[in-house]
C-alpha cells in the first residue's frame, strides 16, 4: 500500500478530484499555501494499492498543468521598501508536486 500526497494549484483541484472519483479512487483534500507565491493549493492525501500507483500518477498527469503567470514579487523584508519597485514576474505555475510513501498498515473504519 502507497500513500500518495499531490499539492495541486486550486485551478486543478476539482478537475482532479472529479477524475480520482470518476475512476474509484479516494481521496482526502486539504486546503494549503504555497510558500514561494503564498497562492492557494489543495493537497490530496489518496491511500491506493501498490499495483494502482501508476494509474494515479497519470491521472494527476492528465489533469494538473503548469501554465504562466505574471505575479509580483512582495517588497523586501529588514531593508528599506522606500526605493524598492516591484516589477512583474513571469513565472510557471501549476501542475502537481507528488511525494509517494510506503504505508504499512491501512485502517477504514
Do not use: W
Not at 495541486?8 to 499555501?33: G, I, P, Y
Not at 497562492?39 to 499495483?51: A, E, K, M
Not at 494527476?60 to 519597485?85: K, W
Request: hydrophobic share 40%.
Amino acid at each position: 500500500m502507497k500513500l500518495v500526497i499531490a499539492v495541486v494549484q486550486d485551478q486543478d483541484s476539482n478537475r482532479l478530484s472529479n477524475a480520482l472519483t470518476k475512476h474509484n479512487f479516494r481521496a482526502t483534500k486539504l486546503a494549503s499555501t504555497g510558500g514561494f507565491l503564498r497562492s492557494g493549493n489543495t493537497t490530496f492525501l489518496i491511500g491506493v494499492d501498490d499495483q494502482d500507483v501508476s494509474k494515479v500518477l497519470d491521472i494527476i498527469r492528465d489533469n494538473c498543468r503548469a501554465r504562466e503567470q505574471m505575479v509580483t514579487p512582495v517588497s523586501p523584508l529588514g531593508g528599506n521598501a522606500d526605493s524598492y519597485i516591484p516589477y512583474p514576474l513571469e513565472v510557471e505555475v501549476g501542475g502537481a508536486t507528488v511525494f509517494v510513501l510506503p504505508i504499512e498498515e491501512f485502517h477504514h473504519f
